[in-house]
């Protein structure tokens, strides 16, 4: 699987484009474009490297990871896919971008489906498992993918950090739970990726990460 990360709006969220080589399909995870130029790299991506887009998949609904799913939605006819407990998230997207002085015009689209923990998601030969990681939000889910020791995780655990809790839905015990108990269970050298910042692996925050 290869991994191509895209840097979007004035958050500087992390949106990831998974690839399945073999068959050149792809998911988004956590589309966060705003910006016409986002998408204009984006979708020139897509067609220099001859990829299909299938999935649009989100670990939560917070609005700067998924202010481009409308656009998604208009140009490729997908809808996003998350925990059903995000929708709360969703439905408070524009109120949001109002509060942080966003310029969002998009239109709000609804889940297609809800992703569970211990969930599969198919792509190509590529096969992403679901974990449930509430806390940073009601919802909060990743993607792991075992055979290649990658991890996305959203905005619940960053290198040396933690996703903040003090938004709706959010609850400091239940992240710090959710992050011992489901992910730094799995192997060390597993590569996590966050919604911000760099990434990391699961040996550096148990060693590093003043939180766990």
Do not use: W
């Not at 991506?45 to 939560?60: A, C, D, P, S, V």
């Not at 599969?120 to 990743?142: C, D, M, R, Y």
């Amino acid at each position: 699987m290869k991994i191509k990360t895209f840097i979007t709006n004035p958050l500087q969220e992390n949106t990831y484009l998974l690839i399945d080589e073999e068959s050149k399909e792809c998911v988004v995870v956590d589309a966060g474009f705003l910006f016409d130029y986002e998408e204009e790299e984006f979708c020139k991506y897509l067609e220099t490297e001859g990829l299909k887009l299938t999935r649009i998949l989100n670990t939560h609904m917070h609005l700067d990871h998924c202010f481009g799913n409308d656009f998604l939605y208009k140009r490729f006819g997908l809808k996003a896919e998350a925990n059903q407990l995000e929708e709360k998230n969703l439905a408070m997207m524009k109120s949001y971008a109002e509060v942080f002085g966003i310029p969002y015009h998009g239109d709000i689209q609804g889940l297609k489906s809800y992703l569970n923990d211990g969930d599969v998601v198919k792509f190509g030969e590529t096969q992403l498992q679901v974990i449930s990681v509430p806390g940073h939000s009601a919802g909060g889910i990743g993607f792991y993918n075992e055979k290649d020791g990658v991890l996305i995780i959203g905005d619940s655990l960053f290198k040396g950090s933690i996703g903040r809790t003090d938004l709706p839905g959010g609850d400091y015990s239940t992240l710090i739970s959710s992050l011992t108990k489901k992910i730094m269970t799995l192997p060390e050298n597993t590569i996590v990726y966050p919604g911000h910042g760099p990434s990391t692996t699961i040996a550096e925050e148990k060693i590093y990460n003043p939180y766990l």
